[in-house]
């Protein structure tokens, strides 16, 4: 990867962005006051190119438990660890990380990439919108096009989405933050996933002023422009099965109708 490409996310105004969430590590901690957190940070794959017609920026809602959390401070302040954090994922280190529990059968911590819906949609969805072959959420060829995020980027360590006090102390930030990455990564296609419905849709309209298009439809709740992207605002599949080569019946549809609603829009 070359390092002016992942300089497009991770710059000093990222980093910025992300002191927003320092107070929840603090004084400002929200109830269960005893519960660790986990910080996330947006990844970027190694052939993610802003701009690009394959570049597709994924963001869900939030990493539930299994991201970086505060033990990894190791007696950093907050604003250490985020400096820190973000001078990694410019490094070659990273790059040989990057995504790679998902070749792992179980995952990493727990994380089950082979029975999670959204990867499994995902993979197919990226693969459709930007050509790229892969017959499996194992592959890595088609990882390599996209960056990922979550809406909430602070979650608790053990397990859970975050709570709907943790959700509120850091919407805010959060949205600062999405908003770095859509202007410095100019993702060709964003598709969003929140938890539930209306969970920050609204957010979306009031920060962005999005060109929405009016369709609607079982799987797609909000499409339209955003800058230049096209936008998808999804509901989630929610079929869970075993064996990760299957698609079922419900998740064929949910991911034709995202693809042809993506093709439809016109930037």
Not at 5 to 24: F, M, N
Not at 139 to 149: L, P, Q, T
Request: charged content about 30%.
């Amino acid at each position: 990867m070359r390092e002016c490409e992942t300089r497009t996310l991770y710059t000093d105004e990222y980093s910025i962005v992300y002191q927003g969430l320092s107070e929840l590590f603090g004084e400002k901690r929200p109830e269960p006051k005893n519960m660790a957190l986990s910080l996330q940070f947006t990844e970027v794959g190694e052939k993610y190119r802003s701009g690009s017609k394959e570049s597709v920026l994924l963001v869900g809602h939030a990493v539930n438990g299994w991201s970086e959390g505060e033990s990894e401070f190791k007696g950093k302040s907050y604003c250490e660890y985020v400096k820190d954090r973000i001078e990694y994922r410019t490094s070659d280190a990273y790059r040989e990380e990057f995504l790679t529990w998902m070749d792992e059968a179980d995952g990493k911590s727990g994380r089950r990439p082979r029975s999670m819906p959204f990867w499994q949609t995902a993979r197919q969805i990226v693969s459709k919108l930007t050509g790229i072959a892969s017959t499996s959420t194992c592959d890595s060829e088609w990882r390599k096009y996209i960056a990922w995020s979550n809406f909430y980027k602070v979650s608790f360590t053990e397990c859970g989405n975050p709570s709907v006090r943790l959700c509120s102390a850091q919407k805010a930030a959060c949205i600062e933050i999405l908003r770095c990455e859509i202007k410095r990564l100019k993702p060709a296609y964003i598709l969003f996933e929140p938890l539930k419905q209306n969970d920050w849709m609204a957010e979306i309209k009031n920060t962005f002023n999005p060109q929405i298009s009016g369709y609607t439809s079982k799987y797609v709740r909000e499409c339209g422009i955003i800058s230049n992207s096209r936008y998808v605002i999804s509901s989630r599949p929610d079929d869970r099965r075993t064996h990760f080569y299957e698609t079922s019946e419900k998740e064929k549809g949910f991911i034709l109708d995202i693809v042809d609603t993506f093709q439809g829009l016109v930037p």
